[in-house]
């Protein structure tokens, strides 16, 4: 029988922590699910106990565990979706799908404005992204703009879907500030 994997390993705040939040509340409830999570990321109440969560520390050596374990349990009547803008570091038997999110791992911006640490690790993701987009079947997005991002990116050689959906018609809160969503 097909499983669901949700590769969520990177996703603990902002945005992303706000569609993970909604996905997770609405998983099946028949079927088996696996999703991976960050320590960091909560866990909604209410998930059905067909849902297997696999909890990953922020670490290198934790998050390399996890795509490996992930690479060994997927079978290609499985379904993945990794929800961290990146595709799965070792190529999978089921099919993948990527929720890209992050701009500055596919546009050409420049980093310096960050901190060291950050530009670090902004340039090693998009140098996984880019050495990695073969490992998805379809990238998912949510804006226009992303998906010309996007389609730029894989030369038009994956399919790029855009999903313009929102875990809340509130926002999301952003180190003390209301992101409107509405705009």
């Keep these: 029988m097909a499983k669901l994997f949700i590769h969520a390993t990177n996703v603990?705040?902002?945005?992303?922590r706000s569609l993970l939040e909604a996905l997770l509340r609405v998983l099946p409830k028949t079927g088996e699910v696996f999703v991976s999570l960050?320590?960091?990321?909560p866990i909604?109440?209410?998930i059905g106990g067909n849902v297997q969560?696999?909890?990953?520390?922020?670490s290198i050596v934790q998050r390399f565990l996890a795509e490996k374990w992930l690479a060994q349990q997927v079978t290609p009547e499985d379904t993945v979706l990794c929800f961290g803008n990146l595709p799965p570091l070792f190529k999978l038997k089921g099919r993948t799908s990527v929720l890209v999110h992050n701009r500055y791992l596919i546009d050409d911006a420049s980093l310096h404005a960050f901190p060291l640490k950050v530009q670090?690790?902004?340039?090693?993701e998009r140098w996984w992204l880019s050495s990695k987009l073969t490992h998805a079947a379809e990238f998912i997005v949510q804006t226009s703009t992303m998906q010309k991002l996007m389609e730029a990116k894989t030369q038009g050689k994956i399919p790029v879907r855009l999903l313009p959906f929102l875990a809340t018609r509130h926002g999301y809160a952003r180190r003390g500030t209301l992101v409107n969503s509405q705009k």
């Excluded at 603990?12 to 992303?16: C, F, L, N, R, S």
């Design 120 to 124: 670090l690790r902004l340039a090693l």
């Design 53 to 58: 969560i696999q909890r990953v520390q922020a």
């Design 38 to 41: 960050d320590t960091r990321m």
């Design 12 to 16: 603990h705040q902002g945005g992303g």
């Design 44 to 46: 909604p109440e209410g």
